[in-house]
Structures are given as structure tokens and as C-alpha cells.
């Protein structure tokens, strides 16, 4: 019994981290939505992983910002020999993702399903 109570809070954990954000998208309307992680491809988030542009993150700690619709993470990331800390929020737009990280900000579009 204790066995499945803690794989069933593992899995709402889970399930919860990426959430409503769940896809592929991609940075520029003319970049492709089957190339995952390729320079003009797409980025996509399954799970807690993020997967950028020759990087891979693993989505941390997710925070909602109050009466936004957003998630705040820490991101640990690696990518081209390098390691890397760092945050982001995303929130919902019509067509897609609004990324927010330090000093920075961009749409994502959603790619077809």
C-alpha cells in the first residue's frame, strides 16, 4: 500500500511539472516542427525535459505566478559540452508559449498536432 500511494503521488507530481505546456513549438513561423532540437527546427517540452536548440533541460520546483496563468521553473540544463542553471516562466498565448527568462522574452508557436 505504501508502495503505490507513493508512485501515485509520483505520478501527479509528474504529470503536473509541464502541464499545460506539453508540446513542440517552434521560435520563427518558418523553422520546421519535425526537426526537434536542430538550428531551425523545434523546441519541445514532454514531462519535466525541455528540449532547446542543441540543449536539454530538466524543468524544476514549478511555481504558478498568481492570476496569470504561469509557471515559474528552474531549469538545469546541458547542451554543446557545457552545464548551465537557469529560470524561466511560460504562459499560455493564443498560438502558443510566452517564454520569459532573465532580460529576455519570446513567443513560442505552437506546431500542429
Same mark, same amino acid.
Given at each position: 500500500?505504501?508502495?503505490?500511494?507513493?508512485?501515485?503521488?509520483?505520478?501527479?507530481?509528474?504529470?503536473?511539472?509541464?502541464?499545460?505546456?506539453?508540446?513542440?513549438?517552434? =521560435?520563427?513561423? !518558418?523553422?520546421?516542427?519535425?526537426?526537434?532540437? +536542430?538550428?531551425?527546427?523545434?523546441?519541445?517540452?514532454?514531462? !519535466?525535459? =525541455?528540449?532547446?536548440?542543441?540543449? @536539454?533541460?530538466? +524543468?524544476? !520546483?514549478?511555481?504558478?505566478?498568481?492570476?496569470?496563468?504561469?509557471? =515559474?521553473?528552474? =531549469?538545469?540544463?546541458?547542451? *554543446?559540452? *557545457?552545464?548551465?542553471?537557469?529560470?524561466? +516562466? @511560460? +504562459?499560455?498565448?493564443?498560438?502558443? @508559449?510566452?517564454?520569459?527568462?532573465?532580460?529576455?522574452?519570446?513567443?513560442?508557436?505552437?506546431?500542429?498536432?
Amino acid at each position: 500500500m505504501r508502495i503505490a500511494i507513493i508512485f501515485l503521488t509520483f505520478l501527479i507530481t509528474t504529470s503536473t511539472i509541464a502541464g499545460p505546456f506539453e508540446g513542440k513549438y517552434r =521560435l520563427d513561423k !518558418n523553422w520546421s516542427c519535425t526537426d526537434i532540437g +536542430m538550428d531551425g527546427g523545434s523546441v519541445a517540452i514532454h514531462g !519535466n525535459k =525541455l528540449y532547446g536548440v542543441e540543449s @536539454l533541460c530538466t +524543468m524544476k !520546483n514549478p511555481t504558478r505566478v498568481r492570476d496569470m496563468g504561469a509557471i =515559474l521553473y528552474d =531549469l538545469d540544463c546541458w547542451g *554543446e559540452g *557545457e552545464q548551465w542553471k537557469s529560470r524561466i +516562466m @511560460l +504562459m499560455k498565448t493564443k498560438g502558443g @508559449l510566452l517564454h520569459i527568462s532573465k532580460g529576455y522574452a519570446s513567443i513560442w508557436l505552437r506546431c500542429p498536432r
